[in-house]
């Protein structure tokens, strides 16, 4: 399943990738209530469903973070757009199942916008 969500942004890939780093990941999402722990690239988080190993991977255009041992094996992105026109960040969410129970669905609604909110104050920030 895909979840999507965007937000207006003028912030470069490098900005962004520069701003948001493993220890400060519950500043920008309030479904992660804490960072436990971080080194390099990855780390353990506490959030919504549970405490979890999280991968920090930067990628073209952004970021994406990864849960390796998640048992639906969510990932999220957060990308800048390219239209120069209309900038925005992209906020894209999957989990590797077609179908869900509607709670959890709507948890990863509510992950994703969490998120939106947050890139909203960091490029509003900017």
């Known amino acids: 399943m895909e979840f999507f969500s965007h937000t207006p942004c003028?912030?470069?890939?490098a900005q962004l990738q520069t701003a948001i780093t493993g220890p400060l990941l519950a500043e920008y999402c309030a479904s992660i209530d804490r960072v436990i722990d971080w080194k390099g690239?990855?780390?353990?988080i506490y959030c919504l469903w549970g405490q979890f190993i999280v991968h920090r991977e930067v990628i073209r255009g952004?970021?994406?973070?990864?849960?390796p041992e998640c048992?639906?094996?969510?990932?999220?992105?957060?990308?800048c757009g390219t239209d120069a026109a209309s900038p925005s960040l992209q906020i894209h969410c999957?989990?590797?199942?077609?179908t869900?129970?509607?709670e959890f669905i709507e948890s990863i609604r509510m992950f994703v916008e969490d998120?939106?909110?947050?890139?909203?104050?960091?490029?509003s920030a900017a």
Do not use: V, Y
């Open 62 to 67: 952004g970021l994406r973070f990864t849960l």
């Open 10 to 13: 003028a912030l470069t890939e």
């Open 71 to 79: 048992p639906n094996a969510l990932a999220w992105t957060l990308t």
């Open 100 to 102: 869900h129970e509607p």
């Open 41 to 44: 690239e990855s780390g353990e």
């Open 115 to 123: 998120w939106r909110l947050g890139m909203a104050r960091l490029c």
């Open 94 to 98: 999957t989990i590797n199942r077609s």
